[in-house]
Each structure stands twice: as C-alpha cells, then as structure tokens.
C-alpha cells in the first residue's frame, strides 16, 4: 500500500535560518509526490510536485523539494525561513493502486521564530 | 481561473439533526472532487470522491453520504449528525486528465455538533 511518513510533528526555526520538514514515502510503481501547506483555518494550497525528471522540484514561496530515490525520501526545503512560513505542511502521494487517491501525511506543524 | 467555493463556513447543529454542505467550483469541466474531514487540525481523512456526475465513491462507512448532481457541485450530507461527525470539512478538486494532478482546496467547513 502507497504511504507517507512525516517524523516531526514539530519543526522549530528561527528566522533566516535554513529550514527542512521530512517526508518518507513507501510506494509501489512510480512515486508521484507533493506537498501542501495549510494556514490557519484554511483550506491547503499545493506547493509542490515530483512526477519525474529533475530531483530537485522547485515550488511556490521559495520552497523546494529533493527527491531522493535511494533514501525514499522527499524533504521540504527553503534557504532563508520567514514568520510567514509558519504553518502545517503536509506531504502526500499519489496512489494509483484503487481509484483517485492522495494518501496525506500526518501533517508537521513549522514554526518559524523571528 | 479555476475557484471553489464552500458554505457554510462555519455551523453548529445539535446531535441528530442533518446535514448539508456544498461545494462549487468554477472555471473548469469534468473535474475529480473530492470531500475530507481534518480532526483536530492534523491529518486529513478522504471521505468520498467523484470522477463524475452521479459517480461517488465512499472511502469510509459511516453515517454520511456525498452527492454529485451536476458536474461542477458536490454535496455532503447526513441524515443524523453524531457528535463524532465534528471537525473541518474540505473540499477539493483536481484536474480529471493528465493524472497525477494537485489538488486545490477550498476553504473548509468547521461544523460542531452538540
């Protein structure tokens, strides 16, 4: 069965720092992977999406992702965090195995220090 | 541009009482919907999801049902509200073909029952 992990429940970060929210995923077939952020009290927005090609994905904001094959892994990345990042970050993968499906991850809540 | 719209934003019903919430998107044709509930600000559960009109596919037994009587509105509903049915109702819609697309989400529905 397709599936996502999210380790942290939590991410803390200061200001202009550099910041990372890990996923893992665990897929059979191709892996098609994304991630969404959610504000308070609001609906998600994509960010992001690895299909193929280039393992760096970059997405909205400033965020970008690496897909790692080997590691099974698709971390969240952004160079210079801001107070405005602060939120939930979800990562989620594509299941083709029955229907049209996204399995979501648990969720990491980002908060960004100033 | 593609928008969805969701109502009510927010309702409070007593136990036993039913249940509608709407979604509406706009700008595109023949999308996938979809219908979530996120408990407690985390992870999020798919309840049902549509590929089309009067297509419906339910993910998870229980006291609610979903409706697709045109191709762009997608309804939830219940006949008896349950205090368990509490929580932020999503709705979403992605791109019918080329698969696999992001999802876009609307706004949400906070429902409380009492």
């Known amino acids: 069965a397709q599936s996502v992990a999210q380790p942290e429940d939590q991410v803390n970060v200061a200001e202009g720092n550099p910041l990372t929210v890990k996923c893992t995923y665990s897929v059979s077939g191709n892996p098609y992977l994304f991630w969404y952020v959610q504000y308070p009290n609001r609906g998600l927005q994509f960010l992001l999406k690895?299909?193929?090609?280039?393992?760096l994905v970059k997405g909205s904001y400033g965020f970008e992702a690496e897909f790692n094959k080997s590691q099974t892994s698709f971390h969240l990345k952004k160079p210079s965090a801001l107070v405005s990042d602060s939120a939930l970050y979800f990562c989620a993968v594509r299941d083709f195995t029955g229907g049209f499906k996204t399995i979501f991850g648990a969720g990491t809540r980002l908060f960004v220090k100033a | 541009s593609q928008t969805i719209h969701q109502w009510p934003a927010t309702l409070v019903q007593p136990v036993g009482s039913p249940l509608s919430l709407e979604c509406t998107v706009e700008g595109t044709s023949n999308p996938n919907l979809y219908w979530y509930r996120q408990a407690a600000g985390r992870g999020l559960q798919l309840l049902f999801y549509s590929v089309g009109i009067g297509q419906i596919s339910s993910e998870v037994p229980q006291n609610l049902s979903a409706s697709r009587p045109q191709d762009r509105q997608f309804i939830l509903s219940s006949k008896k509200l349950l205090l368990s049915d509490s929580g932020f109702y999503l709705c979403a819609w992605s791109l019918a073909r080329p698969e696999p697309n992001e999802q876009f989400f609307g706004p949400g529905t906070r429902l409380t029952v009492l």
């Open positions: 690895y299909i193929t090609g280039d393992n």
